[in-house]
């Protein structure tokens, strides 16, 4: 009986383990808010929250549920200071960093409590996780790769690593060429492990959902930096986290197993903004990556930009997003239809009646979420048809004009693998268009775009 009862346990614990390996934290591609496009390195808590309580209260129900607290919270800003970028000077005298950055006894960053209040005394960003959790969303942060150079300077402890502290992990060749805060971590010396260890159980302690991973990559002159991302995924498998892991920026292709294999999104491109060349240029990305996508692996072709954005830079003057109404859709239904995930990039509250449009229609939103089988059918110079499946007998049609004049495109619905005749229904408009006996074809706007849903 006693070798019945062990044989048993054993069994239950094997496999418990592979349901743990089995468990999908981003089933589908992420649905959220970030604050880089509106608010770059100076965003406040109460900007978070307020764009917590829009989301709550007119995009919860269609899916849309992580808020993303981006770069530079530990940064000490001056009042009213829309730095981006914001560096660290070294004091001629005994080169210590200046500003001090809010750091813990293991130099483990900090949110500022004057962009933060609720952070202070050392709650960190507990406090605003628990209001976002209230309002039944979750709560992301972004986080530089590496550990703080004022903890190599002072020679901080690392947590759980006997006698180790940050300098002897610190490597001092390994920075970030954009932001002067982060060595990278020596995952060769004793204590790097215990390090990126230690940061996942302060922000499990704090409640984090979501961490964007910056400075893994760059361009093609920079080193993909994957003995750091290995060493973020074993801590949070060491934890048994549930955090979803998204890596930036600008992800070689030729690692993307490695992408794939260590994380449940990661970025595609360099940063994407509302420049209409930028647009075209992710059309041939997106492509590229799509084989890619499915659940817990995202391609990520950046934020969305549209509403209000740079209120505080980061790139160019506060406006509405540059893009006119049919580049706004082009954009969304490209990132929809190719089931990138979803990062809104403008000041919520801030939403016209047209934007608030372009984030809440349920049918094109269904897209993302639930389509399948989606890819290229074809370009055509600057003619471009993606399509995608909804369930039996729906089939999801995006017709793109990429010129400067209206163009005429035509599918034939033998290239759709379907027969005629078939319903359109047009997913932006919300209405019928007729049937359609072996073909579809219509008239797009430049820069526009055409969404067809075939029944």
């Keep these: ?26 089933p589908t591609p992420p649905m959220g808010w970030n604050s880089y496009n509106s608010f ?20 919860k129900d ?23 970028n914001p560096p660290q000077f070294r004091l001629s005298k005994d080169k210590a960093p200046v500003p001090w950055i809010p750091m813990d006894e293991y130099g483990r960053l900090l949110p500022d409590p004057r962009k933060f209040p609720s952070s202070a005394n050392g709650k960190g960003f507990k406090p605003l996780a628990d209001y976002i959790h209230g309002k039944g969303l979750k709560f992301g942060i972004h986080v530089m790769r590496g550990i703080p150079r004022q903890a190599a300077w002072a020679k901080t402890p690392v947590k759980n690593a006997n006698e180790i ?4 992990v610190a490597d001092t060749t390994s920075i970030c060429p954009w932001l002067n805060t982060m060595y990278g971590v020596d995952m060769s010396k004793n204590g790097g492990q215990a390090y990126y260890n230690s940061l996942i159980e302060l922000y499990e302690s704090w409640g984090v959902d ?5 400075d893994i990559d760059l361009h093609e002159n920079y080193p993909y930096r994957k003995s750091e991302v290995e060493a973020i995924r074993k801590a949070l498998d060491f934890h048994n986290s549930d955090i979803v892991l998204s890596l930036s920026l600008n992800m070689k292709y030729e690692n993307r197993d490695h992408v794939q294999t260590n994380s449940q999104l990661w970025r595609i491109s360099k940063d994407f903004w509302d420049d209409w060349e930028k647009l ?24 969305l930009q549209v509403g209000k954005i740079s209120k505080r830079g980061p790139k160019g003057p506060e406006r509405f997003s ?34 608030k449009a372009l984030l809440t229609n349920p049918g094109v939103i269904a897209l993302n979420q639930k389509g399948k089988n989606q890819k290229q059918l074809w370009r055509k110079d600057d003619r471009v048809v993606w399509v995608s499946d909804l369930k039996e007998g729906v089939k999801n049609v995006a017709l793109f004009n990429l010129s400067e004049e209206p163009k005429s495109i035509e599918v034939t619905l033998e290239e759709l693998g379907l027969k005629g005749p078939v319903s359109q229904w047009d997913l932006w408009e919300g209405k019928e ?4 006996r072996n073909k579809i074809k219509h008239t797009v706007n430049p820069h526009g775009v055409k969404l067809i849903q075939l029944r």
């Design 433 to 436: 268009l007729g049937k359609a």
């Design 40 to 59: 770059g390195a100076a965003v406040t808590e109460a900007e978070v929250r307020a764009n917590a309580d829009y989301m709550a209260e007119h995009m």
């Design 62 to 84: 269609l899916g849309w549920e992580y808020v993303v607290v981006d770069y530079c919270w530990f940064y000490p800003h001056p009042p009213n200071s829309i730095q981006n």
């Design 210 to 214: 979501y961490i964007k991973v910056d």
């Design 280 to 303: 075209k240029a992710q059309f041939d990305l997106v492509n590229q990556w799509n084989a890619l996508t499915g659940p817990d692996s995202w391609p990520d072709a950046d934020m």
């Design 165 to 168: 502290t940050a300098d002897m």
């Design 322 to 355: 540059y893009f006119n109404e049919d580049e706004q859709r082009t954009h969304i239904t490209l990132w929809m239809i190719a089931r990138s995930p979803l990062m809104m990039g403008g000041n919520m509250p801030e939403n016209t009646p047209f934007v």
């Design 1 to 26: 009986m006693i070798r019945i009862l062990i044989l048993s346990s054993v069994l239950m614990f094997a496999f418990s383990g592979i349901l743990a390996q089995e468990k999908l934290l981003a």
